[in-house]
């Protein structure tokens, strides 16, 4: 890969030869005298890589890396110098060159200093890439919505990335809290560090301890070795107790041992093991009634909800729904036309007990039945019947019991619709307004119903 460094030597002849040499490898040399000129380079353009002499007509090397350093601390500076001085090359690492070399010098040692200080560029330039996309995928930027509701969320992710304390994520199924979870690990001081999610619903009930905790061999049927809990992968770094109030109760009172001593027990093991582990927990329930009914431990839940993080549904934040659909049709490499004005009408105004999960499946079909045109209402509006997962189950339910089913939920739409043009005299506006409606969605329904 082409680079561009910046030599400043006012010594020609070696000029010339650390130029020659660059251009050899196929970089991209600019030359120049002095400070003053080193300066003027800096300020006009982005270096890979500076070589600098230690001794300058206008002052000291050092000062080119003080310039540097300031400017891009990431460039690394090589710093050419004579024997005498070679005490001050030292002082130079200690203020942040990459190395020295010293005059008369070695044409391949000082290639080899070139190509590892580059990679040390490259690496480091990646490395911001790679956090920049970290930062895309799981940081606080992952979090969408405009809506002040949204940004109190965002404002107490960062609240809590700044401390240590127990949080507990509380929403609804598909509100965002996993994402919520991330968000404060990656933002907090344990972003290098393990982030370790455990989804304690979805667990066998016999394997939770084992899971969390580890095992030793031969502590049950089926513990051929031992093996590490996630409590221990997760050391010095972050758990994720998803779905916590799920929890047995046995193994909430393991649970806050290990939260009160910070040491876990792998089963069948007689020793302890130290664990330093920040526990964020999350519930889709509401926690005080667990505890209420006796389900959830209240000495734990003060453990866990030392900070509670509140996500708010989707319809109670529904002007973000325009900005999650674009989102999600960028992220899955469509344009912001792929769904009409009229579908996103309809989208807006639907409750989405689902929230955020829900509306991205939403579309997800919508697209797949849109066969690559944009998406219309009639490709979504079979998923948007409100509150499909209430009522559908508990229809659903009647149905299978031989109970009468009543009418459907398209009957009663239907005279929905017509008590409300009946109301209006016909007035679609006033109808649409009646019905809480936009005048989009009423005239999409009236002719799905052929009313009108
Ligand atoms: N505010 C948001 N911005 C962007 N994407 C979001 C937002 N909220 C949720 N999502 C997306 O919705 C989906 C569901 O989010 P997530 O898994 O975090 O929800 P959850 O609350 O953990 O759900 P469940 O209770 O079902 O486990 C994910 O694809 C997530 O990226
Ligand atoms: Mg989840």
Redesign the pocket.
Known sequence: MKHRILAVDDDASVAHVVRFLLEEEGHDATVVADIAGAKRELAAGQFDLVVSDLKLPDGSGLDVLKLVKEASPDVPVIMITAFATVSTAVAAMKSGAFDYVQKPFDNDRFKALVVNALRLRDLKLENTRLRGEVEQQYGIA????SSQQ?EK?REMVRLAATSEAAVM?L????????????AIHFLGARAARPFVAV?CGAIPENLVESELFGHKKGAFTGAVSDRDGRFVQADTGTIFL??VTEMKRDLQVKLLRVIEAHEVQPVGSTETLKVDVRIIS???RSPMECVRDGEFREDLYYRLNVFALP?PP?REHRQ?IPE?VG??LTRRGYGPDAVSKSALDLLAEHDFP????E??NVIESGLILSGGKPVQPEHIADRLIPSLSFRGSEASRGISQGQAAGPTLAEVERSHLEAALKKTGGNQSQAARLLGISRATLLYRMKKHGLG
């Not at 929403?171 to 991330?182: N, Q």
């Open positions: 992952a979090i969408l919505g949204m969320v994520v929403g609804e199924t598909g509100t965002g809290k996993e994402l919520v979870a991330r989804n998803d779905e999350a519930t889709n996500i989707l973000d999650l989102a999600y689902g929230n955020v999960r509306l991205q």
